[in-house]
């Protein structure tokens, strides 16, 4: 069975999978399995190139990934009631989010493609390396077991799962429950201006609640508006910060 590593622990460029097994926390008994988490379809020739690349593992990955990062957050949130932990754990094991954990890791440097996936730059595309990262998880669960994944996975999610990059609720659901803590009716959007072409239109919407000046802003979409509307009322009563309504225009 394989084992723990501390950081540092194994580097040195005469071995880049030691190096690589540094930085994630886990020596393979069966380095196999990361050469194979590493193999992307287009290095493999020959029959049954999908059973020989990391497919199955990405995969298998994909489901132990989401079952440790449940149970971390069913740990570190007591209070939380289902929709906030689905929505964390989605939040923790989208496409972007495996991906930026591959990226840290450098796993980019390691993953074996075919000539032409080579030259285009494969190794940086963000579904590449969000696969690579569930593959990888996938080959210390079967090398080391549940508990080593387990591990491997607080190891580097931790961060994320305790600072979300994103919002985990849109600004019109978070203004409408504000709204309701204060005893007040749902807020209301109104629709004040449209601009620009057919083809790119822009949008103006103002969100309104009793007793509380009116918010206005564009977006691309009436939806759009609506959230950019309900994050600007956000800010400015205090619930989120600016960072977070920027935050929320890229959701």
């Known amino acids: 069975m394989g084992q723990a590593v501390q950081d540092g622990g194994l580097t040195g460029a005469a071995d880049d999978l030691a190096a690589l097994e540094a930085r994630i926390g886990y020596r393979f008994t069966d380095r196999a399995l990361l050469e194979l988490a590493l193999s992307h379809i287009s290095s493999v020739k020959g029959e049954a190139p999908r059973r020989r690349s990391y497919q199955r593992l990405e995969f298998l990955g994909d489901h132990v990934l989401g079952s440790v990062v449940s149970h971390m957050l069913y740990e570190a949130f007591p209070e939380a009631e289902e929709g906030e932990l ?60 549940y508990v080593a994944a387990q591990a491997v996975v607080e190891r580097l999610w931790r961060g994320r799962l305790e600072a979300p990059r ?86």
């Open 166 to 251: 994103r919002p985990l609720r849109d600004a019109k659901t978070v203004l409408q429950e504000w709204a309701q803590g204060r005893g007040l009716p749902p807020p209301v959007y109104r629709d004040v201006g449209r601009s620009g072409p057919d083809h790119a239109p822009r949008f103006t919407v103002l969100v309104d609640l009793p007793g509380l000046d009116p918010a206005e802003a564009s977006g691309a979409s009436k939806q759009a508006a609506q959230k950019a509307a309900a994050a600007a009322f956000l800010v400015r009563e205090g619930v989120w910060t600016g960072s977070e309504a920027q935050a929320q225009s890229g959701t």
């Open 86 to 145: 689905s929505r964390r754990l989605a939040e923790l094991v989208r496409e972007e989010a495996c991906a930026e954990v591959a990226a840290d890791m450098d796993m980019g440097a390691h993953i074996r493609l075919g000539p032409g996936e080579s030259q285009s730059g494969a190794s940086k595309r963000r579904a590449i390396l969000a696969d690579v990262a569930e593959s990888v998880v996938a080959a210390v669960f079967l090398d080391g077991g």
